[in-house]
């Protein structure tokens, strides 16, 4: 179990998952005044910024149209809702909100975020076409047509970190810029394992073989809906090389340069930023020893 939660998991609120289903009880938590929505629009979430410090821009439920139950906090019943902006708020990216907001408040917009993405992007049934009909307080998309009922979807990645001794792999892609290297990652593809998807991936991308995966450490990535599942991986064979377009290197670093790289010294590699999962994979082999 690890210590802290990675940017974008973190979320207090409770979801009170059991309740979605009772239409009465949700229609009461949103005729309740403390009601609020957490408003992320396509642009990202709305936030409102004090001494510096920004949170996300909370406002009264106006529309009930495309709005999701959420849950209970302290306060009371969250919501989230593609509109209306809030007064007084600013919308900013999703990168920029894991940065900068405190952990729990980045988990409630990740959360807002990637259910609203789901819902914008999955209107129709993918199995007749016709218009869906939200359900259970958003959590459930049903075929007026066909009657088939459609789930908010996670899309899984592993992204693993492959280490040999006192030197680690690292990747770069072709957008990354010069020397932002990181750790390699791809989609858990159906009739697999986590770890067959590590170890083929590791295959593909890089013509590395590995002994054993072990799991770390998850994070939610709303960027529209993947959950990156951490890995370390132990370095059995083959030597690294580029064999696919997604990625432009694929090299060993060592110790001292990593741990140069975390003192901000120039050299040969920039680690990922602090809202990503493989810093912390990273950061977890340094401190190894
Ligand atoms: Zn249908």
Redesign the pocket.
Known sequence: VSAAPNTFAGATLDRAAQHRTDERWVAERLADPAARAVVVGEEGPWVREQEGEIMPALTPVAATDGVVFLGLDDAGPLFAAPEPAPPDARAISLREAGARLRTPDAGLVAYAAGILNWHRSHPH?S????K?RIAEAGFLRV?P????EHHPRTDPVVIMLVADGDRVLLGRGPTWGERNYSALAGFVEPGESLEEAVARELREEAGVEIAVATYSSSQPWPFPSSLMLGFHASYAGGEPHVRDRELEDVRWFTRDEVAAAFRGEEGPLHIPPPIAIARRLIEEWLDER
């Open positions: 049934c199995r007749c076409g016709t869906t075929c047509s066909c009657g088939a």
